[in-house]
């Protein structure tokens, strides 16, 4: 009988646990709008912590992305006498699959990691409480700057990452393989449409909010000791990296 009173336990929790999490995201936009008329210096330094901080890991990784879709490009398409079609190739992976995904991957272990040890530390040394008995609502003050600097942040870093990817791209098939400069932009641009360039958007629209959500409910509900404050990091990582995937599958299946 123990194994199905696990079980039981387990949906307990796991409904519990979402219904807290819907009512944490409810509390979290009604306070949006206020937070963004009275403290929208906050956000903006939000913005650059999980943003600007984080422009030479994303210019890094997006670089060399890049360049390994031009190689993996030009081996798979001159098989087929296609390799001025590199190009093209490189845009639909990165716009449309990879720019958003590795870009929130890479966001969820720097910035999601940071904001979720910064809220659980401000928690394990009683800040939060603090907060609360000066009349400071905690919530205004500290998720939600920290949640909308990376909603903000997210879809710019993701162009970020697909605009040096496209460089990297057209360094390695241009310069180093010798692919033609006039091909390789002129047959990408015909073959984007603006729906999968609206797909990449909203991509990183939907992850970055995913990802800051997640960091934010992990680091406020946090259990208030070092040990707790370590395992919510890991557990921004991981479960964002699942989310992430999940809500990637079903945008894809929309804009099919």
Known sequence: MSLPREIYQTLVQFVRTFGAFILFFVELLMHTPLTL?????????????TGTLSLVIIMVCGLFVGAVLGLQGFANLSRFNAEDTVGTFAAFALIKELGPVITALLFAGRAGTALASEIGLMKATDQLSAMEMMAVNPMRRVVVPRFLGGCIAMPLLTAVFSAIGLYGAHLVGVSLLGVDVGSF????????????????????????????????????????????VGRATTRTVVITAIVVLILDFMITARYL
């Open 37 to 49: 008329k009275r403290r929208f210096g906050l956000v903006v330094a939000q913005v650059h912590n």
């Open 185 to 228: 932009w002129q047959q990408m641009q015909q073959a984007l449409s603006p729906k999968d360039i609206e797909e990449g958007i909203v991509k990183s629209i939907v992850f970055g909010g995913a990802a800051s959500l997640v960091a934010v409910w992990e680091g406020y509900n946090c259990v208030p000791t070092a040990e707790g």
